[in-house]
């Protein structure tokens, strides 16, 4: 049973109903990496200008991903480096058999 709304389109724990959001949660990685046309990046940010509870996760999302892109300045050493790109082909040398 889905809670009653309000007159924002929330319901009375001042959430909006998952169904609406779920889409819109899925695409925020993808705004905040500009990976969205121009269509899709108008429909999320006025999603957001109207969900608080979307708002609140696309700022954590931001913030993480600010955080984490100035922790990240080291690059891995080549011999890891090596090892993964073999391991990555591995994979899609077993993916494409399949």
């Given at each position: ?22 889409d819109?949660l ?11 046309d ?12 109207e969900?608080?509870p ?11 991903k600010?955080v984490?892109?100035r ?6 050493p080549?011999?890891?480096?090596a090892?993964?790109l ?9 993916i494409?058999?399949?």
């Amino acid at each position: 049973m889905t809670a009653p709304q309000n007159d924002s389109g929330q319901n009375d724990s001042g959430e909006s109903p998952k169904g609406d959001c779920a889409d819109y949660l899925e695409r925020i990685v993808f705004f905040l990496d500009n990976e969205l046309d121009e269509a899709d990046c108008s429909a999320v940010r006025h999603h957001l200008d109207e969900c608080g509870p979307c708002l609140r996760k696309y700022d954590l999302e931001r913030t993480v991903k600010q955080v984490v892109a100035r922790s990240c300045h080291e690059s891995a050493p080549e011999g890891l480096r090596a090892r993964v790109l073999v391991q990555l082909r591995e994979v899609h040398i077993k993916i494409t058999e399949v």
